[in-house]
């Protein structure tokens, strides 16, 4: 009678981690919308610091084509895009945010046909 209880949870417990299993291995990431955590969970290989890495190059070069531009990034290897290529989507890009409506000193210059202000240098 123990040997078939044994028997019994043995398979309600290989059943249980075929099912979880699969359901992890089925989540995706579109490379172009994702957050850095997001990142950080799905891809194998990618910890904080190359998940921010692949946000910060996406802000600065624009939405990735293709999950190959992955290796442009520092940090980011052809191996571990070939490690995560069935994990990575490429959708559209996030849509851009609409433009701040003009601050009310300079809708009034420019009512009043002034030159908008020369941009101030950084140091």
Known sequence: MKSVSLLL????????LVVAGGALASDTVDINTADAATLEKVLVGVGPSKAEAIVQYREEHGPFKSADELANVKG???????????????????P????????SAARDAAAQGAAPAAPVARR
């Open 9 to 16: 949870k043995s398979l309600l417990l290989s059943l249980l």
């Open 96 to 103: 851009a945010k609409p433009a701040q409506p003009a601050t």
């Open 76 to 94: 980011i290897g052809l191996k571990t895009v070939e490690r995560n290529r069935d994990l990575i989507t490429v959708g559209e890009a996030a």
